[in-house]
């Protein structure tokens, strides 16, 4: 039985419909770029990590980290690694040193399976520093530079190269390394002993290496705040802003004429650096629970048992203890932050005194606080005439403040007891401009 016409017509048409119809072809899977810039510190590490798992998790062709570092601190570098060698066989991931990688950042670079250079990066300089700034022992330099020796061994490069970037065991003349010589690798160093890949200008360069020209590239940041929390934690950010913090609350403290203002803006510089820390995870939040706990022992110290000292020292002890903490402890260099920020405050102070009497801002401020006649206040050739006078005390006496005696209102200063506002005093010495007050036991 010959087929019909018909048969043969919704044959054609079939064939014409796949012949005309849209072709459809897989799209390149994405490249994955992850920015590791500034220090190495675990919210870093935990960043790197989760963006390499989901390079994995959703197919990408290649994962680019984009390397620009001093360095930080050596378990967040083993974080970083470990992600690097678990998706090994996923994708190739390239390190693209931008502009140096140090240290712990130099321990991620040679862990990649390819390193990229641009043509004025430099890589290297990974001497281990405890503590952020103390010599390593014996043990550690030997362990570091096995750990650099294996990572070069994996990757089929140079082992001694490898080694000299901890400290050289030996001279290496071809690098111009002498024995004990700490190495860092320019771009074309790097390129002659086997410790870069691909000299880049940008992505493109590397995709083009990679035979993955044209693929889209996913770019990963981290958040603004992130960025910002890694900026306040340098050093230098933290100085500034820790003694400006302290500074302002002892200013409040002890000129008592700007209504808490000082006092709020300095105790928002230090929740800021405070809580930068924990949020780049070098610090937890124990810290500034120490912290809150001594400045309110001091508050115990000024407005509910003033004069005994003890929950002063106790607050002090733990302000310390808890900044110290806040700051991220040894590991993370506190001392050194917490000793500069010190200086700083005393600093500061020494200069706001010294300027604070001839300033514009203070006769404005101080108007406020002047001892008018026709207030109550009283010359200082009256003062003599109030020794043994009982009276109240108008503000806090810690140990100085005001005091209303036989109805004038006087400057006085305890034996450095703190008396709190409305409690009974007696004058019992008079020297000069110094009237010196005792608190009262309360009538009966």
């Not at 083993?78 to 712990?104: L, M």
């Not at 004429?257 to 000082?262: A, S």
Request: hydrophobic share 50%; aromatic share 8%.
């Amino acid at each position: 039985m010959r087929p019909n016409k018909g048969y043969y017509l919704i044959l054609i048409a079939a064939l014409a419909a796949l012949a005309l119809g849209p072709r459809v072809s897989a799209s390149p899977a994405p490249v994955y770029v992850i920015d590791l810039h500034g220090p190495v510190w675990p919210v870093q590490a935990d960043f790197v990590t989760r963006c390499i798992d989901d390079a994995s998790r959703n197919g990408a062709s290649a994962v680019i980290l984009d390397v620009d570092t001093n360095g930080g601190m050596l378990d967040s570098a083993d974080e970083v690694q470990k992600a690097i060698y678990e998706h090994d066989t996923d994708f190739p991931i390239v390190a693209f040193v931008h502009n140096k990688a140090f240290s712990s950042g130099a321990l991620i670079t040679l862990s990649c399976k390819y390193i990229a250079m641009t043509g004025g990066a430099t890589l290297g300089s990974a001497l281990p520093h405890p503590g952020m700034t103390g010599s390593p022992d014996a043990e550690l330099l030997q362990a570091i530079q096995n750990r650099f020796k294996s990572i070069a061994d994996m990757r089929g490069r140079n082992p001694a190269v490898a080694v000299a970037m901890v400290t050289a065991p030996s001279a290496i003349p071809s690098l111009g390394i002498k024995a004990g010589d700490i190495l860092s690798l320019t771009t074309r160093q790097a390129r002659d002993a086997g410790y870069c890949d691909v000299v880049a200008n940008d992505y493109p360069d590397i995709l083009a290496f990679l035979k993955l020209s044209g693929a889209p590239v996913q770019h990963e940041e981290l958040g603004a705040w992130l960025e910002i929390a890694l900026f306040i934690i340098n050093p230098w950010v933290t100085v500034l802003l820790l003694g400006g913090g302290l500074a302002l609350i002892a200013m409040e403290l002890l000129t008592f004429h700007t209504h808490g203002l000082l006092a709020l803006v300095g105790g928002a510089l230090l929740a800021l650096v405070f809580v930068a820390h924990i949020a780049v995870g070098v610090a937890t939040v124990a810290g500034a629970m120490l912290f809150l706990l001594g400045v309110a022992l001091f508050l115990v110290e000024t407005h509910v048992f003033p004069g005994h000292g003890l929950a002063a020292f106790a607050g002090l002890v733990l302000v310390f203890v808890g900044m110290f903490m806040a700051l991220g402890g040894s590991h993370a260099n506190a001392m050194l932050s917490l000793s500069g920020a010190i200086l700083v405050t005393c600093g500061a102070l020494v200069a706001f005194f010294m300027y604070l009497p001839r300033s514009r801002v203070w006769q404005k401020i101080g108007q406020n606080s002047q001892q008018r006649a026709t207030e109550g206040y009283v010359s200082s050739a009256d003062y003599t005439g109030f020794v043994g006078k009982s009276g109240i005390a108008v503000t806090m006496l810690r140990p100085s403040g005001i005091a209303e005696v036989a109805g004038a209102r006087l400057n006085v200063v305890t034996t450095g007891e703190y008396v709190k506002p409305g409690a009974p005093v007696e004058v019992t010495m008079v020297a000069g401009n110094r009237i010196v007050v005792h608190e009262l036991p309360p009538p009966v």
